[in-house]
């Protein structure tokens, strides 16, 4: 069966595209699945480090739409997972040296050796991110909950249903409990009536993540962490499980459960 | 005064952070989904006031209207007190 494309998307920079492609990645590997990251930041790779990988990189997307090199030879095999792979950005060149239609055609080749290509899209609505969705066939949106990145969110997924990408799935990241508790935060279920859009999950500020970054080691893969835990349940709703949303805490769950589907 | 104006602030800060939010997100999502800009419904909405005023006579203090989402569209809903008809000149 071919594999499905998903783009990893938000408009805002910095809202946490990277640090989701990697730890969903890393997770569907965990699962067994073959899984290929692309690196669709042209010209600010960081998906490599973020992954600890980036001492390995010899060819990069560029190379590979340019022929000067076989796709093969361009993956990066992931230290952990053998399943997993990484197709690197380019660092010293720009957007431009990728097209959609190059894209499209390299999706395609993918879907035939792996389950899932998760593509890390870069911020912004410009050529970076045509490239970035032209060979996707699902999208995730990521935001934070504040008013300009929800507001870049509602905007990627009107370009999305207008690329033809549809029902879009979101993720809300760095959401911190006490602030939604104080009324300094906004409301889980507040952003997905505005957006009208269908929760993927809630990944919660976590200073893991940073560590974890720190080492290149994807906080999907440690034990009794708040965010590490919530990527892993994001996994497994990929792949179809049902999985409730995490017990962030009680009043916060109780609220959000009708929204969620957990009918 | 000074009194008076801190019991206005601190009122203002009764509200939480999250409604402002919440309320500015919905405007602002309002004039981006249909790509106008909140000057231009002004300058709309005084034209159309216009064009009423003429046939009839309105209650211009009491004139609502505004863009509202519905769903996933977008309306302008207007109230518009209408006092009586205008003679035909
Ligand atoms: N849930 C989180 N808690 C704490 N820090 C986070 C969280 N998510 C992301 N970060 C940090 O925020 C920064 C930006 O994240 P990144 O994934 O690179 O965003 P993007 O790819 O959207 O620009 C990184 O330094 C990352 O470690
Ligand atoms: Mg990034």
Redesign the pocket.
Known sequence: MAGKAYVIT?GK????????TANLGTGLAKLGKRVVLIDADIGLR?LDV?LGLENRIVYDIVDVVEGNCRLEQALIKDKRYSSLCLLPAAQTRDKTSVNPEQMVELTDQLREEFDYIII?CP?GIEQGFKNAIAGADEAVV?TTPEVSAVRDADRIIGMLEAEGVHDPQLII??VRIDMINRGDMMDIEDMIEILAIKLLGI?????K??VS?NKGEPVVLLENTR?GEAFWNITRRIEGEEVPLIDLEEGLLNKIKRLVGLR | MLDIMKGIFNNKEDVSSKDVAKERLRLVLVHDRIGVSPEIIEEMKEEMIEVISKYLDIDNDRIDMDLERQDNSVALIANIPVRRLKKKR
Request: aromatic share 0%.
């Open positions: 938000s920079g910095g809202v946490g595209k990277t640090t989701t960081n973020v890390d911020a990521v990241n760095r990944v919660p500020e976590d200073e993540i940073v970054t965010s």
